[in-house]
């Protein structure tokens, strides 16, 4: 029995109809739905988001303040500042004759901030590699080292100026390209092989070379306070050798960073960078005298 096509549809077009309909090359529009996205595409793009968010709540926290962070020396700067402060008042109630409970008093919390920073600074030039703090002999670095100075010859004086016949070039905090921060010291420009002195009474703490600072003596004196004495040619003294004010340390020169010989002069709470004091009041405080030219 045949079927009754509808009104106004032949055969042959019917045919040709379903042709078309079947007809592997036409090109079909894409229902419209919802997205198929693969499982495994959505759960790698929300690994990788995650991922990314996670490093950027982290970060901060997986770079904590190191050795040589601003915030340690800031912190160091600060006890600098609150010790120079108590010293001061010390040697206020000295000049005063105050009574002595009042002087011990101040020096106890004089010794006890130079404690903080001793402790503070130490471990931030251990970390650092520092060669006073981890090679204060020198022999890790193959420094020459002699002792080849003799005791100076009296002259009534106790202190007196690290070397002669200078003139001062950059001083105590300066800026400039050439520092990563500010200048820490006192530089004397002087002729290369010019003999650097001892400013005072003391013994030496550290003979190093390596750094920046090149070959350089530190000199631990009675009151406490060291001095730096860097770039130098050659080291005239050994670790733990006394020494007296106007004993010949060494040579200036310009080892280390620097472009030009001159020596670098320091003064310093402890021995270790980050407790540098201006040099030259200190020096005047102990009756020394720096003129711009010598």
Not at 117 to 140: H, I, N, Q, T
């Amino acid at each position: 029995m045949r079927r009754e096509l509808p009104a106004g549809l032949s055969r042959t077009r019917l045919s040709r109809t379903r042709l078309f309909r079947t007809n592997p090359f036409r090109t079909r529009r894409p229902r419209r739905g919802p997205s198929r996205t693969r499982p495994g595409g959505a759960v790698w793009l929300a690994a990788l988001l995650a991922g990314v968010l996670a490093v950027l709540l982290l970060a901060p926290a997986a770079a904590p303040a190191g050795p040589g962070s601003d915030a340690d020396r800031k912190r160091a700067a600060r006890v600098v500042r609150a010790h120079e402060k108590v010293r001061a008042r010390v040697d206020r109630l000295r000049k005063a004759d105050a009574d002595a409970p009042r002087v011990d008093a101040a020096e106890r919390r004089r010794k006890a901030l130079r404690d903080r920073l001793w402790d503070l600074l130490r471990e931030k030039a251990r970390a650092a590699g520092d060669p006073v703090a981890v090679d204060r002999s020198g022999r890790a670095g193959k420094c020459a080292a002699r002792d080849r100075s003799r005791p100076p010859e009296r002259d009534g004086s106790a202190w007196t100026a690290p070397t002669r016949g200078y003139w001062l070039s950059a001083g105590f905090a300066d800026r400039g390209a050439r520092w990563a921060h500010r200048h820490t010291g006192q530089d004397f420009a002087v002729p290369g092989g010019r003999p650097v002195y001892a400013v005072g009474p003391g013994v030496v703490h550290a003979t190093t070379c390596g750094d920046g600072f090149g070959r350089q003596v530190v000199v631990g004196h009675d009151d406490g306070y060291f001095t730096q004495y860097a770039h130098l040619s050659r080291i005239d003294v050994r670790t733990g050798q006394r020494v007296e004010a106007g004993r010949r340390l060494g040579r200036a020169g310009a080892t280390g960073n620097v472009t030009g010989p001159h020596l670098h002069f320091e003064v310093r709470i402890t021995p270790y960078m980050g407790s540098s004091v201006p040099p030259l009041p200190w020096l005047r405080r102990k009756g020394v005298e720096v003129a711009r030219d010598d």
